[in-house]
């Protein structure tokens, strides 16, 4: 048993024990690139974990809808598409 904190406490030094949400980028920074971006009404911001996205959809200033995904471990946009 004496062992097992050793083998843990080496493991996260070297850092196999990281959680990967931990380095997700938060939300706010999400809304603030978004308006960045010209959106001025957010419909919608979903983390997808499984893909590792966060999807946002929105309308800028004349109505028309954007589209953006933005890598939630980086912060790059992925995706943006206005219709």
Do not use: C
Not at 62 to 78: K, L, N, Q, S
């Amino acid at each position: 048993m004496r062992l097992m904190p050793v083998v843990l406490a080496l493991g996260v030094s070297l850092g196999f024990a990281a959680p990967a949400s931990a380095a997700y980028v938060d939300i706010e920074t999400v809304r603030a690139m978004a308006f960045d971006r010209g959106i001025v009404k957010l419909d919608e911001i979903e983390l997808k974990r499984r893909k590792g996205i966060w999807e946002v959809e929105g309308e800028d200033a004349y109505g028309e809808e954007i589209e953006m995904e933005i890598d939630a471990r980086t912060g790059r946009i992925i995706k943006m598409k206005r219709d």
